[in-house]
Structure formats: structure tokens, C-alpha cells
């Protein structure tokens, strides 16, 4: 009988282990294929890992994101278009206040001068109640912004040939 328990516990331990083995590969797969930049930090705010697109959306190679000990290559900019200190980016935000931050909208100017605009949510990783990560992911909404800029130019367009017409008319 103690064989018996010795050997299913074993098996189970296999099969734990094989499980554990494909959860790992299933996580590495989705955070390398994702359409969307992923990126972990610890909790002094060192990057930990990041995936490809989120380089692609800063406009670096993987290997220049964590910016090495230097000075960042990109600028981060607010909704306004007004430089944002380092102390107000979200995941600075999340490691001060512990409170997650949904769909912020940030800036960045790539190191080549073009700029994206990306909706940005970060969020804390607990032990207890302690940060030990944050977690960030970062969505390139540009063409959704310029197509919302582009519509506020044509309302203004339009706002103005009615009030010249209005204008004829009275």
C-alpha cells in the first residue's frame, strides 16, 4: 500500500509539473503574440520584462527599453500635449497610490520625432498588501485619435459656413 501511495504521488507530482510546463508555455505565448505592449516592472519601477510591441510602440529595439541606466530615448507627453514627469506616468501612479489606472491616455515621442498616442492601463501585483510588480499594458489608439481630430476640424468647418449662411440670410 505504501508503494502504491508512493507511486500515484509521484504521478501526480508528473503531471503537475507537465501542467505547470504548458501554463508557462500558454503565458509566453500570449505575451509575446499579444497586438498589445505588456510590460512588468518591480516595485521600485525596474523593468522586469517587456514584449516586442511594446519597444515597437516607444520606437525602440527590445534591447534599448529598459534604458540601460540612461535617460529614456523616447518623451512622454499627457492628453494635452504637455510634458509628463516621470512621477505622474501611470505605472509611477500605481507604485505610489497602489490604485490601478485604466485607459489612460499618454504621448509618446519616438526617438525618429513621431508621435503616437497610446491608452495605457496599469495595475499592482500583490503579497499581501505589499506591491511586489505592476503590470502594464499600452494600445496605440493614433488613428482613432487623428480620425476624432479630423472630425472636430470638419464640425468647427461646417459650424462656420452655417453662421456665414445665417448671416447672409438675416
Known amino acids: 500500500q505504501l508503494f502504491t501511495g508512493f507511486v500515484r504521488e509521484a504521478s501526480d507530482a508528473g503531471e503537475s509539473a507537465e501542467r505547470l510546463r504548458e501554463e508557462e508555455a500558454l503565458t509566453e505565448e500570449i505575451f509575446e503574440t499579444s497586438p498589445i505592449a505588456f510590460a512588468v516592472r518591480d516595485a521600485h519601477g525596474q523593468l522586469l520584462r517587456a514584449n516586442e510591441r511594446a519597444a515597437e510602440l516607444v520606437g525602440v529595439g527590445e534591447d534599448e527599453l529598459s534604458g540601460g541606466g540612461g535617460e529614456q530615448a523616447w518623451t512622454v507627453y499627457d492628453a494635452d500635449g504637455e510634458p509628463l514627469a516621470e512621477a505622474e506616468y501611470p505605472i509611477e501612479r500605481v507604485l505610489e497610490t497602489g490604485d490601478p489606472v485604466y485607459n489612460e491616455e499618454v504621448v509618446v515621442e519616438r526617438p525618429s520625432g513621431r508621435r503616437v498616442h497610446l491608452s495605457v492601463s496599469a495595475a499592482p501585483v ?24 479630423e472630425l472636430e476640424r470638419r464640425h468647427e468647418e461646417l459650424e462656420t459656413e452655417l453662421s456665414e449662411v445665417f448671416s447672409r440670410i438675416a
Open 126 to 149: 500583490r503579497e499581501g498588501e505589499e506591491i511586489r510588480r505592476v503590470v502594464s499594458a499600452a494600445e496605440d489608439v493614433t488613428e482613432l485619435k487623428e480620425s476624432q481630430f
